[in-house]
């Protein structure tokens, strides 16, 4: 990818991407593959013959298997080797979240750890903070959490209640107040805490050491999925925080909580990646044992479908993943060109593509959920079972949906930071948007005749695009500041705005991937792209006639209303044939192959 030309965050809406500012999965390197290929081993050996054990929360067991994590290095992926981390680029932190992704409460506790739980560190610490906590957290000798959510502050961050003050003596600051939901609050040694210094109206964020006196954890959280996950309630009664230990400066917490949470995104668009490959190769494993009617159950075309659509979801979000994270590490490479401290560069990287983390979470999350619901209906009657292995990815799924800001909150984020980014001109929103609109009156369906396979598809993606934006001018026009208050429709035009990332970032992965291996290589994949494309179109259109009645723009409703009709139509497809072909590798390999 090249590294001169500066991408800017939802910059897809409205432009034409190509394959040579994307990076895609089959261009690991090595050394990456090595670590892959680490994750995987560290996986079968220490984390999946223990699952029922780390769900029973053994006592001292996801602590020590951590550890075995730090011993390999998997701890410090992301922190820098002055401090006795790896040092590795995003990209590969990234393929070991993917592949992490798949050890259920583990890699709750392992994502925890090594983002959130250290990485404000690694991007706001000052040199003395980075030197003492840095090493001990990279190595595992030193767990971390990040306690941000209280029980009257959940999406709403800012306006948690837990306070500091200044000691009289001026070396302290005294923290009160309360935080819940905190991964790994069970054996942390490291906390990072966000609290309102006196009577400032924004957060400030402190590293506090587990073991102060005044801290005080209620016992650990029963719940639905990932039950190996430490899940306690903090209070803080009087806790002296050495002054030294402010993070960053004062009132920059919700600034640093704001931009760990886009990390945080992101990462788990990866972690469900992993999670949702390891289940569609239990769905088709059992597929290919199970007989009824004297026949396996992965011979019939129910089945197939199941198993195909499970592929389709998971390698789209897969493509859309990488290259979303190759952005932000460019980008991060570019400011700290530019002269930026590296932990500001990275954050300001991942802030850039805030819209982009934001519907990753989604769409990935979502994909999961569905990837695992797929799974319980393959196995039957003993999907229902807890004996058998999709009870607890079906179960551990869920929390997906919750994590990192709600998928609620996060349709609003990709839409609403879209709208700012382009009235401050940061990206060509209004004058796209105003292009689209003069030309509703002429536009035409895509005729694909003398077209070749990659552009046909290009152009489907293009009239997405042109859906949302049509959308986004007509409900600004018309709701003006009252817009925030219309959720449902901002819901609308984020899925849209989803379909087109998801589906240019599966087009050009599949385009790239042709040029490196030959089109007849990648006829697997067209199928994928062929499928996700001509439901996208279908979904596409709904959204966006829902969308316009709700916006009830009386001028231009008929204009509009024929627009979707044009620009959602897309050519036939045998998609039970595409969907067969997909079914049919999985079902020969018996694992997960693409």
């Known amino acids: 990818m090249e590294n001169s030309k500066v991408l800017k965050g939802g910059e897809f809406l409205t432009r034409k991407f190509d394959i040579s500012e994307i990076y895609i999965p089959e261009e690991f390197d090595e050394e990456q593959q090595m670590i892959a290929q680490t994750c995987q081993d560290f996986l079968e050996t220490e984390v999946l013959p223990n699952l029922d054990r780390i769900d029973a929360q053994e006592d001292g067991l996801m602590p020590a298997i951590l550890e075995k994590a730090g011993e390999l290095g998997l701890l410090g992926i992301s922190v820098p080797e002055e401090y006795e981390g790896f040092g590795q680029d995003l990209v590969t932190s990234m393929i070991a979240a993917e592949r992490l992704g798949a050890g259920h409460s583990f890699s709750v506790a392992y994502s925890c750890d090594t983002g959130i739980g250290s990485l404000p560190i690694v991007y706001y610490g000052n040199e003395e903070q980075k030197q003492k906590y840095l090493p001990k957290l990279a190595t595992g000798e030193w767990k971390g959490c990040y306690c941000l959510t209280e029980p009257g502050a959940g999406s709403d961050a800012n306006s948690g209640t837990t306070k500091a003050v200044l000691s009289e003596d001026g070396k302290h600051y005294i923290l009160n107040g309360t935080k819940m939901w905190i991964t790994n609050a069970g054996f942390a040694d490291v906390q990072t805490v966000f609290a309102k210094i006196d009577n400032d109206r924004v957060l400030s964020a402190f590293i506090v050491d587990a073991n102060t006196p005044g801290i005080v954890l209620n016992p650990e959280e029963k719940k639905m999925g990932i039950k190996g996950s430490s899940t306690r309630q903090i209070f803080y009664n009087d806790v002296k925080v050495p002054v030294e230990n402010l993070l960053g400066k004062r009132g920059e917490g919700f600034r640093i909580a704001l931009n760990i949470l886009h990390m945080g995104r992101l990462k788990l668009g990866g972690n469900v990646v992993g999670a949702a490959k390891q289940t569609i190769s239990q769905s088709v494993q059992y597929a290919n044992e199970r007989k009824q009617f004297c026949m396996l159950i992965s011979t019939f075309g129910a089945i197939k479908h199941k198993l195909a659509e499970q592929v389709v979801r998971t390698f789209t979000t897969e493509s859309a993943v990488y290259r979303a994270t190759k952005y932000v590490q460019n980008e991060a490479e ?261």
């Open 334 to 594: 570019r400011n700290h060109a530019n002269g930026l401290d590296y932990g500001l560069g990275i954050m300001e990287a991942y802030n850039q593509f805030a819209i982009e983390a934001a519907l990753l979470k989604v769409f990935g999350s979502e994909a999961l959920d569905f990837v695992v619901d797929e799974a319980v209906q393959i196995f039957g009657g003993m999907g229902y079972s807890a004996e058998m292995p999709v009870d607890r990815g079906y179960r551990d799924s869920r929390i997906n949906r919750i994590f990192e800001g709600t998928n609620e909150i996060n349709r609003i984020l990709t839409i609403d930071t879209i709208i700012k980014r382009g009235s401050k001109k940061e990206i060509p929103l209004w004058e796209k948007a105003e292009e689209v609109f003069n030309s509703l009156d002429t536009l035409k369906e895509v005729s694909v005749e003398g077209m070749n396979y990659f552009d046909e598809k290009y152009a489907y993606i293009t009239n997405i695009k042109k859906v949302a934006l049509m959308l986004i001018k007509s409900a600004s026009d018309t709701f003006q500041r009252k817009l925030v208050q219309e959720q449902e429709v901002l819901n609308n035009m984020s899925d849209i705005a989803m379909q087109a990332y998801v589906g240019e970032s599966t087009l050009l992965r599949v385009k790239k991937m042709a040029e490196m291996r030959g089109e007849e290589k990648v006829s697997l994949y067209k199928d994928i792209l062929d499928v996700f494309i001509f439901d996208a179109m279908t979904k596409v259109y709904k959204l966006a006639f829902d969308a316009i009645n709700s916006i009830e723009d009386k001028e231009n409703y008929k204009k509009m209303l024929n627009a979707i009709s044009v620009l959602t139509k897309v050519a036939p497809l045998n998609v039970k044939e595409s969907r067969r072909r997909i079914a049919n590798k999985l079902i020969e390999e018996n694992k997960y192959c693409f």
